[in-house]
């Protein structure tokens, strides 16, 4: 179904924008003030081993990383897990992989500072996708065999303005979860690993299936094939 979605809504799409979320498995957990918590807590000298794993106990969220196209909104590739010992670079392979294979004129990606490492930019070099990931503050020029990872912090250097104005586009990726989580509120109601998976894909689906009925009005040029019941 998602590829689907993507041949008729997202065939020319060029540009995506990557980010993590999650979904509370209950109530009673909220997913932004545990990231808070855990950016809190490795600002202290006992907590750097944290990395970028996601927050949480074993039941407490859903995770998911998520490509979605910064014209059309649509998701193009997508990975999800209960496991809370994983991060979201763990994640990244499988989305731009996806996210290829749906959308083959793919050639940009947007990402926060997660992303901004050498081993992200290999991937995306092997594959010829431009990368825009605001790197952190201690990053340096030093490839060690990455050159896209050099050509991209020449770039921000050289022409920070222009870099940064196409930074911007990530903020598609925050809208994208704005969306997701306005339509769909509730949280995760099954209990099995394979099941919860299962309900967190088909809330991908549906918002997909819902852009391309929206772009069917906007936007009709966007979309490759006509919707069927036209």
Request: charged share 30%; with cysteine; hydrophobic share 30%.
């Amino acid at each position: 179904m998602l590829k689907v979605t993507n041949e008729i809504g997202n065939a020319d799409e060029r540009k995506f924008s990557v980010d993590g979320t999650g979904d509370p498995c209950t109530m009673k957990v909220n997913y932004e003030s545990k990231r808070a918590q855990q950016r809190k807590q490795k600002q202290t000298k006992t907590s750097k081993e944290l990395g970028d794993a996601f927050p949480g106990g074993k039941h407490d969220f859903q995770y998911s990383v998520f490509s979605i196209g910064t014209t059309t909104k649509i998701i193009g590739g997508f990975a999800t897990s209960d496991d809370h010992s994983r991060g979201e670079l763990s994640f990244f392979r499988e989305v731009v992989e996806e996210t290829l294979c749906n959308c083959p004129k793919f050639d940009t990606l947007y990402g926060d500072g997660v992303y901004a490492n050498r081993v992200a930019c290999a991937l995306l070099e092997e594959r010829e996708i431009t990368p825009y990931f605001l790197p952190r503050s201690n990053a340096t020029f030093r490839s060690k065999g990455v050159a896209l990872w050099k050509s991209m912090l020449y770039s921000l250097a050289e022409n920070p303005q222009q870099w940064l104005e196409s930074y911007h586009e990530r903020s598609i990726s925050e809208t994208g979860n704005s969306m997701l989580k306005r339509r769909e509120p509730t949280k995760i109601r099954k209990k099995l690993s394979e099941r919860k998976g299962t309900q967190e894909a088909l809330k991908f689906m549906v918002h997909n299936v819902r852009q391309i009925c929206y772009l069917k009005y906007l936007n009709p040029h966007l979309l490759r094939t006509k919707i069927i019941g036209d």
